[in-house]
């Protein structure tokens, strides 16, 4: 796995975990609450649009975090990511551009 695999991956969790808020399913507890809030539509959809946007700025925010471009919890670092078998999968500096393109280069 690369940089770029590693940051879709990250992007298909966010997207899957929208979903499974969003779905009316009472699988989670924040859909149980969104379930319970009896939303019209045009709520609906403003809370997918909310949520949508807080979800990106957080998985973009890790990866950055990760990458040694952002901080995290007030510190900033260089970090590289392995995977389980000692791949180097991100030096510091190959998340951000991919991050870039993948969460808000749409």
């Known amino acids: 796995m690369d940089a770029k695999e590693f940051v879709k991956r990250w992007k298909i969790e966010k ?3 929208l979903k499974l808020y969003t779905s009316g ?4 507890e924040v859909a149980s609450i969104i379930k319970n809030m009896e939303l019209n539509p045009n709520q609906q959809k403003l809370m997918v649009s909310v949520l949508d946007g807080v ?9 950055l975090g990760l990458d040694g471009s952002g901080s995290i ?12 078998s000692g ?4 030096d510091c500096g190959d998340l951000e551009s991919e991050a870039w393109e993948q969460f808000h280069g749409e």
């Open 15 to 17: 997207e899957d975990l």
């Open 87 to 90: 791949n180097l999968v991100s």
């Open 25 to 28: 399913s009472e699988k989670t």
């Open 55 to 63: 979800l990106t700025d957080t998985f973009y925010s890790l990866l």
């Open 73 to 84: 919890g007030g510190t900033q670092h260089r970090f590289k990511v392995y995977d389980e």
